[in-house]
C-alpha cells in the first residue's frame, strides 16, 4: 500500500495554516479521522466523495459505506460531505489524489463536469469507482466501474403500476391531472425517473402532466414545490415525486391545505427510494406505492476492490436488485425483514 502519511500530513498542516473549515466547505467525518496508523501498509486507503447527507436514503447509503470500510475490514476510509455541492467534490477528489489514497469511490451529485478531476486520477494511477448516480464523460475509460440503480426502470415501474391502479379503479379513461416533484437538476436519479415515467405517460393521452418543478431531494424544498402546486393547480389527481424525503414535505403541505392522499385520498402519490419511514408512511395510508432505489453499496464496493487488489477484472456497469411496494402489501413483515 501506498504509504499515504505524508501526503495527509502535509494536506492537514495546510489546512490547519489556510483555516480551511467555514461554512459550505467540505464537512469530513471525523470518524474518519481515526488515529492515525504508523503503516498503512496493511490497510487499502479508499477516499470517499459523498454526496450530501440530504435524505434518509443517502444516510443509509453512507451508513452501508462506513460499516463495510472498516479498519477491521482492513481499510482506512477518508470520508467526504460535498453537502450537496459539486465544487466540494471536486475539491474532494483532488485531496485524495495529493493524499495518494489507493482507491477513489466517487458518489457525483449531476452527471458533468467531471472529465478534468477524472483524468488528474487517472494520471496520478488511482482507481475510480463510480457508485450511485452516474458521470457523462468523454471517455468511459476515465472510471474502472458503477454500482447503482436502474433509475430509468424505476421510472417505467412507477408508471406501469399507475396505469394498472386507474384500471382497477375505473379510471383507465378518465382525465388525469398529474405534477411532478424532481430531484436534483441533472443527477441520474432526476432523469431516469422523469424519463422513464415519461415513456409510460405518452402512451395515455388523458395523463396530463401539469408541472414539473424540482424539490432538491429534499423535506424542506419537496413542501415548498408542493403548496406552491396546490396554489397553482386544482383537482391534482396524481402526485409523483422523485424520492421519499420530499414525498414527507409534499404529504405535510396536501394535509395542511385541508386535503387528503394515498389511497383513500383526493389525490394519488408515487414515491421513489423506500425508506422505512416512507413504508410507514404508506401503512398510514398517506402513500399508494413506493419504487425501491438500494443503497446498500458498501460491500458491492468492497467486493469490487478486493477483486482489483487481486487483479481480476470487474463489469463495467452492475446494477442492484429492487423492487417497488404498495399499499396492498403486508408492509409490517416487508420493513421486519428490511436494512433501512
Ligand atoms: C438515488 C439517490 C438519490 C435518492 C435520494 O440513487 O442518488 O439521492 O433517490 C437521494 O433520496 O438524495
Not at 383526493?266 to 404508506?282: E, G, N, P, W, Y
Request: proline share 2%.
Amino acid at each position: 500500500m501506498k504509504n499515504v502519511c505524508a501526503g495527509i500530513w502535509i494536506l492537514l498542516i495546510i489546512c490547519l495554516v489556510c483555516g480551511c473549515s467555514s461554512s459550505g466547505q467540505p464537512v469530513r467525518d471525523e470518524t474518519a479521522y481515526q488515529e492515525r496508523p504508523q503503516d498503512n501498509e496493511n490497510q487499502i486507503v479508499v477516499g470517499f466523495s459523498q454526496v450530501g447527507s440530504e435524505s434518509d436514503w443517502r444516510n443509509a447509503n453512507s451508513e452501508s459505506f462506513r460499516s463495510v470500510f472498516t479498519e477491521e475490514n482492513g481499510y482506512y476510509l477518508v470520508f467526504e460531505d460535498a453537502q450537496q455541492k459539486q465544487e466540494n467534490q471536486l475539491k474532494a477528489v483532488r485531496d485524495f489524489i495529493l493524499q495518494e489514497v489507493d482507491y477513489i469511490v466517487l458518489d457525483p451529485i449531476v452527471e458533468t463536469g467531471w472529465d478534468s478531476v477524472l483524468v488528474e486520477a487517472k494520471d496520478a494511477g488511482i482507481p475510480v469507482i463510480i457508485v450511485d448516480r452516474q458521470v457523462k464523460v468523454e471517455d468511459d475509460d476515465l472510471y474502472t466501474c458503477w454500482v447503482g440503480s436502474d433509475f430509468r426502470r424505476e421510472g417505467r415501474l412507477a408508471g406501469k403500476w399507475l396505469e394498472k391502479y386507474l384500471e382497477s379503479q375505473g379510471r383507465g379513461k378518465d382525465r388525469i391531472r398529474m405534477v411532478t416533484l424532481q430531484g436534483t437538476p441533472g443527477s441520474s436519479p432526476q432523469i431516469g425517473r422523469t424519463k422513464g415515467f415519461a415513456s409510460v405517460m405518452k402512451r395515455h393521452k388523458n395523463w396530463e402532466m401539469l408541472e414539473y418543478q424540482s424539490g432538491d431531494f429534499t423535506q424542506a424544498k419537496g413542501q415548498e414545490v408542493m403548496e406552491h402546486f396546490l396554489k397553482t393547480y386544482d383537482g391534482i389527481d396524481v402526485v409523483v415525486s422523485e424520492n421519499d424525503n420530499m414525498t414527507f414535505g409534499a404529504v405535510e403541505a396536501i394535509e395542511e391545505a385541508g386535503l387528503t392522499c394515498g389511497p383513500d385520498g383526493d389525490m394519488i402519490v408515487l414515491s421513489f427510494d423506500a425508506v422505512r419511514a416512507a413504508l410507514q408512511a404508506m401503512e398510514a395510508g398517506k402513500i399508494n406505492a413506493d419504487f425501491e432505489c438500494n443503497p446498500l453499496l458498501g460491500s458491492m464496493v468492497s467486493d469490487i476492490i478486493h477483486r482489483l487488489e487481486r487483479k481480476e477484472t470487474v463489469d463495467k456497469i452492475q446494477y442492484v436488485d429492487e423492487q417497488y411496494f404498495d399499499s396492498d402489501m403486508d408492509l409490517s413483515a416487508i420493513m421486519d425483514g428490511r436494512a433501512y
